[in-house]
């Protein structure tokens, strides 16, 4: 039995490859690696297919044409046979000791026959350009080292969501939410870190430092130049987000898994903003119009939550070159307290 499966997606990987799956073999025989090859044009599946002689049953290889991040966690999700289910950039590792307390955890509630549908676990920024490090933590919002639901859940402050890194699924309930990404698209970890969880029941969090996520590199999606640049990828994902369910399907969930939702939908559109604003044209503008009137029309009530009853609201009342600035220096103090840039 496979109890977790990691997906490693990989473009050009060949300077940070080997590092991630050294890191992700110690799981051994509990779980299956499929490091899916987007057509690198390198040496990635050279160093993939070493791995695979030295470790078959753990380590599987998927080769394809170029898609995109989207399509190789797509790869992943319909080829996978473990447990739970949890995404790997090929650029990013692992911590050793929080994940064999992850794996030990999933086995031992796996064992007795207590279900979980997600677990949460904690993201620390490595910035190695700078050699800094920002833990991005949950412990405030959860209760630790047990099964709970929504209703004992902390609220969320403003600016505060779960990553997808964060996040290990139940293959089950992924493929319950259906979820499928967009090719050829950046940013849509924000899909995966919001269509699953309207599925979710059974929680669970572990007060560790998982995933360790590589950041301050030029060529990095979240670098602010780059994300200026893909607005119109960001605006794609955000289509998919708006209009994934209806307000009077959030009404069926408990309160406060319903009101994480509005408030991530909240943080996803402050971030469109920055999209937008950071380098503002008539093009960018009349982009936003279009996503803001396509989801007012397709999804009326949620629109007004999102809008009208938000953080977001706040800023959409100011007139426009105060609502750039805003948007845009906020972003900046993002950057700096979490060492990014």
């Not at 949620?302 to 953080?311: E, G, M, N, P, T």
């Amino acid at each position: 039995m496979k109890y977790l499966t990691l997906v490693v997606p990989c473009y050009n990987s060949e300077e940070y490859l080997n590092h991630c799956l050294d890191t992700l073999i110690v799981g051994g025989d509990d779980v299956e690696i499929i490091v899916v090859n987007d057509g690198s044009k390198d040496r990635t599946l050279e160093i993939a297919k070493e791995y695979q002689t030295q470790y078959p049953n753990i380590i599987k290889i998927i080769d394809k044409e170029n898609g995109g991040h989207g399509s190789g966690i797509n790869c992943g999700i319909k080829e996978a046979k473990g447990l739970f289910f949890k995404v790997c950039d090929s650029d990013d590792w692992f911590d050793q000791d929080s994940y064999l307390k992850l794996l030990k955890t999933i086995k031992y509630n796996v064992d007795n026959k207590i279900n979980v549908d997600i677990y949460f676990t904690d993201v620390m920024y490595e910035n190695k350009v700078k050699n800094t490090q920002f833990l991005l933590n949950n412990k405030h919002h959860f209760p630790h080292d047990r099964v709970f639901s929504w209703d004992e859940m902390h609220n969320f402050k403003t600016g505060e969501y779960i990553m997808m890194h964060s996040l290990t699924y139940s293959l089950e309930v992924l493929k319950k939410s259906g979820v499928v990404l967009p090719e050829k698209t950046f940013y849509v970890d924000n899909i995966m870190a919001y269509t699953p969880l309207f599925y979710a029941k059974d929680l669970y969090y572990l007060d560790v430092p998982l995933y360790r996520y590589f950041i301050g590199r030029k060529d990095q999606s979240v670098n602010a130049d780059n994300m200026a640049k893909r607005y119109d990828q960001q605006l794609r994902v955000m289509d998919i987000i708006y209009n994934q369910f209806t307000y009077d399907d959030l009404l069926t969930l408990p309160k406060k898994q319903r009101k994480y939702l509005i408030h991530i939908l909240g943080i996803y559109t402050f971030l469109t903003m920055f999209f937008i604003y950071a380098k503002y044209n008539k093009e960018r503008k009349i982009a936003f119009k279009k996503l803001r009137e396509d989801f007012k029309t397709k999804n009326r009530k949620l629109y007004k939550k999102v809008y009208h009853f938000s953080q977001v609201s706040l800023i959409m009342c100011l007139i426009s070159p105060l609502r750039r600035f805003l948007v845009v220096t906020g972003y900046k103090v993002v950057i700096k307290i979490t060492k990014w840039g």
